[in-house]
Nanobody
Framework: EVQLVESGGGMVQPGGSLRLACVTTGFTFSDYDMRWLRQAPGKGPEWVTGIDTGGTSTTYSDSVRGRFTMTRDVAKNTVYLQMNNLEIEDTAIYYC?????????WGQGTQVTVSS
């Protein structure tokens, strides 16, 4: 059974940090590009960042570049999202996605709330 389980969300003040993790099972992790997307209240999904299968190429949306860092650990079949200098606008449910050709797997999401 394919599973992607996100964790690490929570509530933090502006300027704070959180580290999200996405533990995957049930598929060949090294074959899949991995992504983080988010959905804020009342808005559509937004792509945040992606990393290639080898972990050597990472891309970021303009809204998070320089503040967020995505990494992957092949030994643990896990990807991480280090989020620093969080802003109120980063409040959203964050989803982990695994993509290989036309196949996508999704996690259930983890809530991140940035509030003073």
């Amino acid at each position: 059974e394919v599973q992607l389980v996100e964790s690490g969300g929570g509530m933090v003040q502006p300027g704070g940090s959180l580290r999200l993790a996405c533990v995957t099972t049930g598929f060949t992790f090294s074959d899949y590009d991995m992504r983080w997307l988010r959905q804020a209240p009342g808005k559509g999904p937004e792509w945040v960042t992606g990393i290639d299968t080898g972990g050597t190429s990472t891309t970021y949306s303009d809204s998070v570049r320089g503040r967020f860092t995505m990494t992957r650990d092949v030994a643990k079949n896990t990807v991480y999202l280090q989020m620093n200098n969080l802003e109120i606008e980063d409040t959203a449910i964050y989803y982990c996605n695994a993509n290989f050709l036309s196949t996508d797997h999704w996690g259930q999401g983890t809530q991140v709330t940035v509030s003073s």
